[in-house]
């Protein structure tokens, strides 16, 4: 994709006659996609690539800057036969990207752990993964670098390396410990990623992806599903149950406040809903 996007560049130049420094942003915008999503061209790596910089605090104008130098960029191979379709032209537009994350109920939570077939090594390991992400709101990166090593199973916490190589200390919940245990003891490869291939690689972020999808459709849940749902489930849940939002933030590892904010709009409507169903003079 490299040769894709110097061509892209070149024709930029010819066709538009852009500055260095517009030609130095659009090449930035579309490396750090190729960065996060490999070099697939797709609706889903798409929308994984929103809810990244979503994730990471980007700004609605930034993303909305990003997303048009891909569409261009997209409009380019199309006409080139490089891609038969521009992912864009399939899914919501730049300005509805404020869209509020997709977040599961704690009833399809449970459903959705429960799904993996505990008695098979690979599905011992997605319990695992499924129950881990849930109980310590890990981005996916996280959990695909997370290594036995940084796992204190006497404390019941794991140290993380986020973004910007910045580490933190998030506790692990007990139900995420049992299986975390059971699956290190059960495991056959002596990989020092915790979770690993048959070949003792480390696990990628598009496989991670798949598996959440692939049994979020097993257990019959309809909602569309990203790389963060559970991150946003963790989030969300916690403070639903009480957590206040400074405790979020450290949590996940948000070097800004307002990033982990999007989490009250989302919880209002519960919290409003769970208002209606429990207090004693609410109707």
């Given amino acids: 994709m490299k040769r894709e996007l110097e061509e892209f560049l070149n024709h930029l130049v010819a066709e538009r006659g852009l500055s260095p420094n517009t030609l130095e942003a659009y090449k930035t915008d579309i490396r ?17 690539f929103v809810y990244e910089l979503y994730s990471l605090g980007y700004s609605s104008s930034s993303i909305h800057r990003k997303i048009s130098a891909l569409n261009q960029f997209f ?12 992912p864009l032209d399939f899914i919501d537009k730049p300005k509805q990207w404020e869209r509020l994350p997709s977040v599961l109920s704690e009833n399809e939570i449970k459903k959705l752990l429960e799904t993996p077939d505990v008695k ?4 011992l390991r997605d319990r695992a993964l499924l129950e881990l992400i849930y109980s310590s709101g890990l981005r996916v990166s996280e959990v695909c670098n997370l290594k036995a090593e940084d796992i204190d199973f006497n404390r019941g916490v794991l140290k ?29 490869t002596n990989s020092p990623y915790v979770f690993s291939t048959s070949k003792s690689k480390t696990i990628t972020r598009q496989r991670v992806w798949q598996i959440i999808k692939d049994y979020a ?27 206040d939002l400074r405790t979020v933030q450290e949590l996940l590892g948000h070097s800004s406040i307002k990033t982990t904010e999007i989490y009250t709009h989302i919880a209002d409507p519960q919290l409003e809903e769970i208002y209606r169903k429990k207090h004693p003079r609410a109707k």
């Fill in 120 to 123: 098979k090594e690979t599905g």
């Fill in 75 to 86: 409009n380019f191979l199309l006409e080139k036969g490089r891609i038969r379709k521009n």
């Fill in 217 to 243: 459709q097993k257990a019959g849940i309809e909602k569309r599903i990203y790389p963060h749902t559970l991150r946003h489930c963790f989030a969300t849940h916690i403070l639903l149950h009480g957590a």
């Fill in 32 to 48: 750090e996609y190729l960065k996060i999503c490999g070099e697939s061209v797709s609706e889903e790596n798409v929308l994984n």
């Fill in 160 to 188: 993380v390396k986020g973004k910007g190589k910045k580490e933190r200390i998030v506790p692990i919940g007990d139900e995420a410990m049992k299986w975390l245990k059971e699956y290190l003891k059960r495991r056959k």
